[in-house]
């Protein structure tokens, strides 16, 4: 199914998905008129090829993502250093249901694909699963693992015949984007399926 993406601060950079492929992109008015039959889906503020966040590791192997039904004990903010490794300790089945939750909040944030090794099986298949892209991490990656690093890590641009893997941020601009963090994220988009939506 053909479904057509735009971004109403950056009409000239709308994306025409098939499937799970970018069939075109391009100005909304161009690719509208040329496949007239295309769904079509508007977001508010730009659209982008999505985020990298380098720290693949840190984020779902080294940190406890709460579930929210474990608030009173836990609380619902992620939970890092030596207090994520006891409750790993004290329940290793606990891995793979927090780094599915921390999949999930990385989405939230238009990331698209992470770095880093991941060593856990329970991890790896979290991330396989939501259809997250495994790059490279970059050389010195910056400041401390978040789920909005700053600067913000956006992947190359879109194109015909690469994978529907982008990114909406209810934003002006990117500088607005760089000054305001990725919870701005009001869609991800990858493999061509709506994996979040700010509702």
């Known amino acids: 199914m053909l479904t057509l ?8 950079t709308a994306v025409l998905a098939d499937g799970a492929t970018v069939a075109a992109v391009g100005p909304y008015e161009e690719l509208a008129g040329a496949r007239p039959g295309a769904r079509v889906r508007r977001w508010p503020g730009i659209l982008t ?11 779902l192997e080294g940190t406890y993502h709460p579930d ?32 599915r939750r921390g999949v999930q909040r990385l989405l939230a944030h238009g990331t698209v694909a992470v770095a880093g090794e991941l060593r856990s099986r329970a991890a790896i298949d979290a991330v396989r699963r939501a259809g997250l892209a495994v ?6 990656p910056p400041g401390p693992a978040a789920l909005s690093p700053v600067p913000l890590i956006l992947l190359p641009g879109l194109v015909p015949g690469g994978p529907a893997r982008f990114a909406v941020f209810d934003v002006a601009d990117r500088a607005e984007l760089v000054r305001l963090g990725a919870g701005t994220c009001v ?5 061509g399926r709506l994996v979040f939506r700010r509702r």
């Open 5 to 12: 993406h735009v971004a109403e601060r950056s009409p000239g």
């Open 49 to 59: 090829p999505g985020l990298l966040n380098p720290y693949g590791p840190e984020l």
């Open 68 to 99: 929210p039904r474990e608030a009173d004990t836990f609380g619902t903010e992620p939970i890092t250093g030596e207090r994520a490794r006891e409750i790993f300790r004290g329940d290793p089945a606990r891995l793979g249901a927090s780094a």
């Open 135 to 140: 790059g490279r991490r970059p050389d010195g």
């Open 187 to 191: 869609a991800t988009v990858i493999g």
